[in-house]
């Protein structure tokens, strides 16, 4: 059975930064590609950052520079640290894994970014 177990969610000021992790079980962790996305209030989900089983990692354009998504396979966990938060990086962040034709998602945690 997978599961994804998100984690590092909160309030934090304009400018300030937070470190999500999501925990993995039940997959052969180091082989998938691991995703973050999210979803604002009243928008789509949308891909924040992704990192296959070999490191390689992509942003979405609004994000590059400030997060940093890595992965520690001996943890089957995978981390996104935000730096310089803004107010619209607000939204529940999900951890993501497709595996074969099946789409596996974790329960989320929030992420609000207020003064």
């Known amino acids: 059975q997978v599961q994804l177990v998100e984690s590092g969610g909160g309030l934090v000021k304009p400018g300030g930064s937070l470190r999500l992790s999501c925990a993995a079980s039940?997959?052969?962790?180091?082989?998938?590609?691991m995703n973050w996305h999210r979803q604002a209030p009243g928008k789509q989900r949308e891909l924040v950052a992704s990192i296959t089983s070999s490191g390689i990692t992509n942003y979405a354009a609004s994000v590059k520079g400030r997060f940093t998504i890595s992965r520690d396979n001996a943890k089957n966990t995978v981390y996104l640290q935000m730096n310089s938060l803004e107010p619209e990086d607000t939204g529940v962040y999900y951890c993501?894994?497709?595996?074969?034709?099946?789409?596996?998602w974790g329960q989320g945690t929030q992420v609000t970014v207020s003064s």
């Open positions: 993501y894994v497709r595996i074969g034709s099946n789409d596996y």
């Open positions: 039940g997959i052969m962790f180091r082989i998938y590609q």
